[in-house]
C-alpha cells in the first residue's frame, strides 16, 4: 500500500512539474503577450518579464512590438497626366494595440502589405509625373493617410510612408533629357546676352571717359602692347587707331607755317583738235595762219609776183 501511494506520488510531483513547466513563459522586452483563457481574450496582455499561467487552461500569442520594415512592391499605373510608371515604395508601422492586432485582423502584416498596394496605386492616379519626381512629401502624407485608417481599427501605427523610386519609360526619359537640355541652353544664352549687356554699358563709360582725355587712348594702346608682349610671341600686330593719326595730323600742321601763294599764270587757249573721222585717223597737218608779205618780197620772178 506505501508503494502505490509512493508512485501516486512521484506521478503528482510529475504532473505538477509538468503543469509549471507548459504554464512558465518569459517574455523578451519588445514583446506583448496576449492571453486566450478558454478562448477569450484578457483584455490587458502580458508585460515582459517572466509569466505564469495556468496550465491547459490558458493560451498565449506573443506579439512583435518593433517598428516593422515592409517594402512595397512595384505598382505600374498612369498618371493623371496620361504617363505609364512604375512606383516602388516602403512602409514602416509598428502594433500599438496587441489585442486588436491579433483579435480584428488575421495577419496584420499581409493585411497592411495589401492596403499598401492599393493605396499606392490610387495616389499614383491622382498625381501626376512632376509630382512624383519632385513633390513627393505631399503623396507621402496622401499615403499616409490612406493607410491609417483601416489601421487605427487594427491597433497598428503608421510611422511613415516613402517613394523609393520610380521608374519611367526610356521614351519619356529622352523627352526629359531633351527638355533639360533646352532649358539649360535657353539659361546661358540669357547669361551671356545679360553678360553683353553689362559689358557694353562699361565699354560706354570707358569711351566717353577716354573721349574726355585723348592721351587714356594712347596709354591704353601701350598696355594692350605690354600685355601682348608678355607672351613671348614672335610676331606682334599693334592696332593703329585712326584717331591718334588725326591727333598727330594736327600737332604737326600747328608747328610749320603755312606755304605763301603765288599767282600761277593760265595756260593760253589752244584749238581743240579736230574730232577724228569717222575711220578713226587724225588729219596729217594743221591749217597755218596766213602772214603777210612785204613788198620787197614781190620781185621779178618770185612764184607770188606771178600770180600777182
Known amino acids: 500500500m506505501e508503494g502505490v501511494s509512493a508512485v501516486l506520488t512521484v506521478i503528482a510531483v510529475v504532473l505538477v512539474l509538468v503543469g509549471l513547466k507548459s504554464g512558465f513563459r518569459v517574455i523578451k522586452q519588445y514583446e506583448r503577450g496576449v492571453v486566450y483563457r478558454l478562448g477569450r481574450v484578457r483584455e490587458k496582455p502580458k508585460q515582459p518579464g517572466p509569466r505564469m499561467l495556468v496550465p491547459l487552461v490558458d493560451r498565449m500569442t506573443k506579439v512583435n512590438m518593433q517598428v516593422?520594415?515592409?517594402?512595397?512592391?512595384s505598382q505600374e499605373g498612369i498618371t493623371r497626366d496620361n504617363v505609364s510608371v512604375r512606383v516602388d515604395a516602403v512602409l514602416y508601422f509598428r502594433v500599438v494595440?496587441?489585442?486588436k492586432a491579433t483579435v480584428h485582423v488575421q495577419n496584420y502584416q499581409f493585411a497592411m502589405l495589401q492596403v499598401a498596394q492599393t493605396s499606392l496605386r490610387s495616389v499614383i492616379g491622382k498625381s501626376e509625373l512632376d509630382d512624383l519626381l519632385s513633390g513627393r512629401e505631399a503623396i507621402h502624407e496622401g499615403l499616409e493617410l490612406l493607410l491609417a485608417t483601416p489601421a487605427v481599427e487594427w491597433g497598428i501605427h503608421i510611422d511613415r510612408v516613402?517613394?523609393?523610386?520610380?521608374a519611367l519609360p526610356e521614351s519619356?526619359?529622352?523627352s526629359m533629357?531633351?527638355?533639360?537640355?533646352?532649358?539649360?541652353?535657353?539659361?546661358?544664352?540669357?547669361?551671356t546676352a545679360d553678360g553683353e549687356l553689362q559689358a557694353s554699358e562699361k565699354l560706354a563709360q570707358a569711351a566717353q571717359a577716354m573721349d574726355r582725355t585723348p592721351a587714356?587712348?594712347?596709354?591704353?594702346?601701350?598696355?594692350?602692347?605690354?600685355?601682348?608682349?608678355?607672351?613671348k610671341n614672335s610676331t606682334l600686330v599693334m592696332p593703329f587707331p585712326v584717331e591718334m593719326l588725326r591727333f598727330f595730323e594736327r600737332a604737326s600742321g600747328a608747328d610749320q607755317p603755312r606755304p605763301q601763294e603765288t599767282a600761277v599764270p593760265a595756260a593760253p587757249d589752244t584749238p581743240a583738235a579736230p574730232a577724228a573721222e569717222a575711220?578713226?585717223?587724225?588729219?596729217?597737218?594743221?591749217?597755218?595762219?596766213?602772214?603777210?608779205?612785204?613788198?620787197?618780197?614781190?620781185?621779178k620772178g618770185h612764184p607770188l609776183a606771178e600770180d600777182a
Do not use: F, N, S, Y
Open 68 to 73: 516593422v520594415t515592409m517594402p512595397v512592391p
Open 97 to 99: 494595440d496587441p489585442v
Open 162 to 166: 516613402e517613394i523609393k523610386d520610380v
Open 172 to 174: 519619356m526619359k529622352r
Open 177 to 191: 533629357a531633351r527638355q533639360a537640355e533646352a532649358d539649360r541652353e535657353r539659361r546661358a544664352r540669357i547669361i
Open 216 to 231: 587714356a587712348m594712347q596709354l591704353r594702346l601701350l598696355q594692350t602692347v605690354v600685355e601682348v608682349a608678355a607672351e
Open 279 to 299: 575711220g578713226g585717223v587724225a588729219p596729217a597737218a594743221l591749217e597755218v595762219p596766213q602772214q603777210p608779205v612785204e613788198p620787197a618780197a614781190l620781185e
